[in-house]
């Protein structure tokens, strides 16, 4: 026992702590950031090595648009590799949880009007997703009683998000996922977050839960758990879909054996892109977003 | 050199054509007929092992399917590959279990993916497919895209029927109460006596092996990187050795340091997750608390040195992406040293608590002859006295060239011995960090080859030591230099069916820490 106190008194107050030492890496985790767009010539290079379209470009009437899908990148930092000006970086922390409605794209970078010198690459070739040739899903089920897929969005009231951002339960839902996810979500139970502070928990059974916190693309095998997982959680019901793959596929998107993304079988509430997000990501969009939540609700 | 001539003699007897080259697996054709005999004479002439058995489908009119068996020959540092084409009119052959028992799974993921069926297997249940396409479709034949969906059915997982007075079924899964993977399990007691285990997987297939056939290294790089969070680096490292392999290059001595160092920071922090693990499986928050936030602190190093959590854009085809530096890797290593001291004296305290030895010494017990049948690997298989490492037995990058290292074996085989080994191999670990940091050369030289334009049809085999055992990953290329074949075999995959011979006769509440124990991947399994 004596050295069990003394083992928790020497590791001392964690919860909240950044790391100890000097960052000797660029890192990958984040969202990522145009630090020097001054220095940005437009040549497209970032785009070209993107290999999940998580970059764009889109013209507009006197220069283009750099566009960031956070749903789609999955931190390969090839981009960043590629870029010979350095213009790009993740920023961690910075996190870009994505509440319902806001587009799923954000500006990166604007080079309308700049005095920009290089010939504006073809933006034509560049937008596409892989995601597109896949043949239509209509009839997503055989047997499944004939339900429609994705179940339709369930209203929820502004006294309900009140009170959940006090007492938040998750029922944690892996369908597919390749565990990275799921190891950051364990990781919000360690000293270091602490999300029972915070009045959020992790439950056993959906029938405890307010919101379903689901990782991975949505596996065709798992549609019947996901289905029957969301139907027993008590209204109202959020649904978080944590990292890339449940945002919008990932890597994975136009397989034959996933869904591209959650919210082709459930509404999502918000999405946590990164691949994976990291625990403080997680735990800001439980709580912030919630809180921003409330706020358009409280708005409508 | 007498086991190379004792292959060489073994391929000239059984095969009809054979190659033999440097640092690349044997290679040698069988008829299928004499597939069965061929194997039963390796197996008890040269002691070979079942590695991979996976099938190809070369999309051409003739001879289109062929049956690959890779073996790994125990008293050699190579794999011997077999491949057996099969005749279009009739896609059987005869079952390797009774030889192999650890041929099952692979053999109902055969038969799900590509239709061929091995006659007389023990079990014909469907092993990745659940509904999610028709039964007679077979998604990993050429002719089925790789982004068409189907409608899914809802269907009832066969199961194994346990019968008798007394006997209770407990249904567990696929989603389970903490935050796990998901996986079905029947379980069947009597009172609170395990009698068996019925395990069903593949609720994560997402098709990764599919969705590689078509794209070159790069591409397929991020599925291999993603197939399991925790194995990454093995999992990208044994894909990019298989490239290698293919291309015939070898990686420039700074990356092969590095990709040693990334491969041990990979199993020290999984070590030290599997030791928090396997106290929470008996509610023992302290030690749970403590050993999470060693984990956290080894994963802040992983993302401050090398950019990712999950040290993921690192290793690449080649050789590696980028690395700190040498002098921020010393500093590394310093910051690595107090934390296993840390560990050792949370350990301490759970060794030391009666409650602890209780519930882990003589539970779960793996015999070290289930662990060879089966053909166990990693720590779970070297707590039951098997000695197995595929850094020493078939040594790759840095390991072939740092000096020797220890590879401790237990022979209690129970759970408390898997506890222990992984606190055994965290020395070895550590040592084999410091050792490639000073090892590093530290000119400037290149930190990955090019890879060159891959020669059509060529193909490449890659093993790596995870922190649960043996992923080996084979690559074929087509006429394009692209993947047209890429099957992975992982280390999860060999150890699951070893957590079922060992929860008999263990109270119910017992079996998650068992399975702790093992602590293995479904994303692994599933792929």
Redesign the interface.
Known sequence: MF??LM??I??GF?TGTP?R?????????GSLEAVAANRCNGCGVCVKAC??NALSVRTTEDGMEFLFHPGRC????RCI?ACTKSVLRFIPGNSTFQLPGTPDQKKLLDLSRSGMTSTPIDDGALVSSP?D???S?E??????ENIKFPLSTEAYKTADIAVLRNSLHC?????????????????L????YDVQRLGID?V???RHADALTLT??I???????TYE?FTATPKPRLVFAVGNCACSG???E?????FDGASKVVPVTIRIPG??P??GDILNALTEGLKQLQTICDRE | MTHFNAVEGFLSIWTIDYHIENDRPFFGRVERDRLFCCLESAKSELGARLSMLTARDYGRMNDRFSLLVILDIPATTSYLAIETPLPDDNLTYRSLTPLFPNASWPEREIRDMFGITACDTPDTRPFIRKGAWPADLFPLRKDISPHRAYPIERVLLPTTVVEGEGVIEVPVGPIHAGIIEPGHFRIQVIGDTLLSLDAQFAFCHRGIEKLAEGRDPLGALLLAERQCGTCSVSNTLSFCLAVENAAGISVPPRAAYIRVILAELERLYNHVNDIAAIAAGIGMAFVTQQGLVLKEELQRINAGFFGHRFLRNVVIPGGIRSYPGIDPLNEMVELLAPIVRRLDSIVAVAIGNSIFQDRLENTGILTRSNANELGGVGPAARASGVSIDTRCDHPYDGYRILPGFDIPTRHECDVMARFRMRLDEIPTTLALIEAAVKSLPVVSSPIAATIPIIAPGSWGFGATESARGENCVFIAFDAHGRIDRYAVRTASYLNWPLIPTTVRGNILPDFPLINKSFELCYADVDR
Do not use: Q, W
């Open positions: 050295e069990n083992i928790a020497r590791s964690l790391t030492f000097k960052p000797h890496a660029r890192n990958a985790h290999p999940v999955v931190g390969c930092v590799d995601g040739n896949k043949s899903e009839c997503v089920s055989t047997n499944l029922r944690h839902l892996d369908v597919g996922s390749c565990n990275g996810c799921d190891n950051e979500m364990i990781a139970g360690g000293p270091h992790f056993a059974s959906p991975g693309p596996s065709r095998n798992s549609l019947v758990a997982t990932g890597i994975f136009g397989s034959y054996a996933v691949c994976p990291t625990p």
